[in-house]
């Protein structure tokens, strides 16, 4: 497929894209197609649904050159403003706290979010609350909703090796997309002066794309620098080691 064709698909499914209704979506915010270019993503990592924190700040609209993405302050968005802004979203001002941990895996395996790799989620809505604060209704519904968009991005595009990272996205994962998940290994790290222990997991995606995940989950993880930097070397390994990733 021609990337002009390629692109006019995006945008016919990004001017398809509705809220689904009462799931805390946030207001005038915009789907998120994807962090970054999937189109030429040979890696993607896989979170839940975006942030909240990816349109506002206290529970107001970013301004100006503080915006993140796209959104509808002043009406509704063009589907090409929504593609770009996802497409070139690393480019401008990501919400790098969020991303900076696994930005620093994907380049132990020669990716980076600024190259080619990118972050797709189950649902391309951001939402207040967060997800694990949503009832169980609202999570099924907000999963359900756009469902077979992440399996389209991933069956259409270059990307081989899918990452998750923690426990949640683990069970949600295979809850809205019947992937099959299995643990094979664990890591041992230690988190406040505790030692504790992580599971390796691996399974299959569309089009026989791979999936790699742990269940500890980095931006929530509680530990000093030192115990930080073990936790990320030890999966790093594993990564290169055992599951043969390498985009160099």
């Known amino acids: 497929m021609q990337s002009h064709e390629f692109e006019a698909l995006i945008l016919k499914r990004i001017s398809n894209l509705v809220p689904p209704v009462d799931c805390g979506v946030v207001e005038k915010s915009t789907p998120v197609i994807s962090f970054g270019d999937f189109t030429k993503a040979q890696i993607a990592?896989?979170?839940?649904?975006?942030?909240?924190?990816?349109?506002?700040?206290?529970?107001?609209?970013?301004?100006?050159?503080?915006?993140?993405?796209?959104?509808?302050?002043?009406?509704?968005?063009?589907?090409?403003e929504i593609w770009f802004k996802s497409k070139?979203?690393?480019?401008?001002?990501?919400?790098?706290?969020?991303?900076?941990?696994?930005?620093?895996?994907?380049?132990?395996?020669?990716?980076?979010?600024?190259t080619n790799?990118?972050?797709?989620?189950?649902?391309?809505?951001?939402?207040?609350?967060i997800f694990g604060k949503l009832s169980q209704v609202q999570q099924n519904t907000l999963l359900n909703h756009d469902r077979e968009l992440l399996n389209w991005q991933i069956a259409e595009s270059e990307i081989k090796t899918v990452l998750f990272n923690g426990a949640t996205v683990r069970k949600t994962i295979e809850s809205a997309q019947n992937y099959h998940l299995q643990k094979v290994g664990e890591i041992k790290y230690t988190s406040g002066g505790r030692e504790r222990t992580s599971d390796l997991i691996n399974g299959d995606g569309p089009q026989g794309a791979s999936i790699f995940g742990?269940?500890?989950?980095?931006?929530?993880?509680?530990?000093?620098v030192g115990?930080?930097?073990?936790?990320?070397?030890?999966?790093?390994?594993?990564?290169k080691s055992d599951c043969k990733i390498n985009l160099n």
Not at 51 to 68: D, H, N, T, V, Y
Not at 88 to 114: A, C, D, I, M, T
Not at 117 to 129: E, G, K, Q, R, V
Request: net charge neutral.
């Open 45 to 80: 990592t896989l979170g839940i649904n975006p942030s909240a924190s990816e349109f506002q700040s206290a529970g107001k609209l970013l301004k100006g050159k503080r915006k993140r993405l796209a959104d509808e302050e002043n009406g509704p968005c063009d589907p090409m």
């Open 117 to 129: 790799a990118c972050h797709l989620d189950l649902s391309p809505w951001a939402t207040n609350p």
């Open 88 to 114: 070139y979203y690393f480019l401008g001002n990501p919400y790098w706290s969020w991303f900076k941990h696994l930005e620093e895996l994907l380049l132990q395996v020669g990716g980076s979010y600024r």
């Open 214 to 224: 742990w269940t500890v989950n980095l931006q929530a993880l509680q530990a000093t």
């Open 227 to 239: 115990e930080r930097a073990d936790v990320m070397m030890k999966i790093a390994q594993w990564l």
